[in-house]
């Protein structure tokens, strides 16, 4: 529960919980900051995939998604059928901020994307904004060789189709 109370012991574990992903959200928000200060485009992408990903894990810690996903992995459904996935060579291509992608590997392969964040850190991982399911988009912190561009023509990614204002 988002809101725990003081009186059941087993809330107060998530309670420290909680505080933490709020820590680790504000300090990313001001790596944000400093980023575009200093017109740093890659630092503000990575630290604008920090914000996503801890309020991601705070939305999860404290319950507040809308659904419960008991599906523990998707590659089962792929099994002999690799070819279901029309991609490019990951290692060839690598995806970068902004691609659309598609998981090739992992526990949520097949699931479709944007790429909204690569680590420096030499981790080889990228943040990645998975497609709305069930009114709610999470993020995944997946090896960039997991991301695969898609193929094909392809929709804009959802929030490029804000309309927009006319002046």
Same mark, same amino acid.
């Given at each position: 529960s988002a809101f725990p109370s003081e009186e059941i012991p087993s809330d107060k574990g998530l309670r420290v919980a909680l505080r933490y992903e709020v820590g680790r959200f504000f300090a990313s928000l001001e790596r944000l900051r400093r980023a575009t200060g200093r017109q740093n485009l890659d630092e503000a992408y990575v630290a604008y995939s920090d914000m996503?990903?801890?309020l991601d894990r705070y939305m999860h810690v404290? =319950? #507040? +998604?809308? +659904?419960y996903d008991d599906m523990i992995s998707t590659e089962e459904y792929f099994? =002999? *059928? /690799?070819d279901a996935l029309v991609h490019a060579d990951p290692l060839k291509d690598p995806a970068l901020v /902004? &691609? #659309?992608i598609v998981l090739i590997k992992g526990p949520d392969m097949g699931k479709t994307g944007? !790429?909204?964040? #690569? +680590?420096? &850190?030499?981790? *080889?991982n990228c943040v990645v904004k998975l497609d709305k399911y069930k009114g709610m988009r999470e993020i995944r912190v !997946?090896?960039?060789n997991w991301a695969a561009k898609r193929l094909g023509e392809q929709d804009p990614d959802e929030a490029f189709l804000i309309p927009r204002?006319?002046?």
């Amino acid at each position: 529960s988002a809101f725990p109370s003081e009186e059941i012991p087993s809330d107060k574990g998530l309670r420290v919980a909680l505080r933490y992903e709020v820590g680790r959200f504000f300090a990313s928000l001001e790596r944000l900051r400093r980023a575009t200060g200093r017109q740093n485009l890659d630092e503000a992408y990575v630290a604008y995939s920090d914000m996503s990903l801890h309020l991601d894990r705070y939305m999860h810690v404290g =319950g #507040l +998604y809308t +659904y419960y996903d008991d599906m523990i992995s998707t590659e089962e459904y792929f099994k =002999g *059928n /690799r070819d279901a996935l029309v991609h490019a060579d990951p290692l060839k291509d690598p995806a970068l901020v /902004r &691609d #659309l992608i598609v998981l090739i590997k992992g526990p949520d392969m097949g699931k479709t994307g944007i !790429v909204i964040g #690569l +680590y420096p &850190d030499g981790t *080889n991982n990228c943040v990645v904004k998975l497609d709305k399911y069930k009114g709610m988009r999470e993020i995944r912190v !997946v090896p960039q060789n997991w991301a695969a561009k898609r193929l094909g023509e392809q929709d804009p990614d959802e929030a490029f189709l804000i309309p927009r204002k006319k002046a």
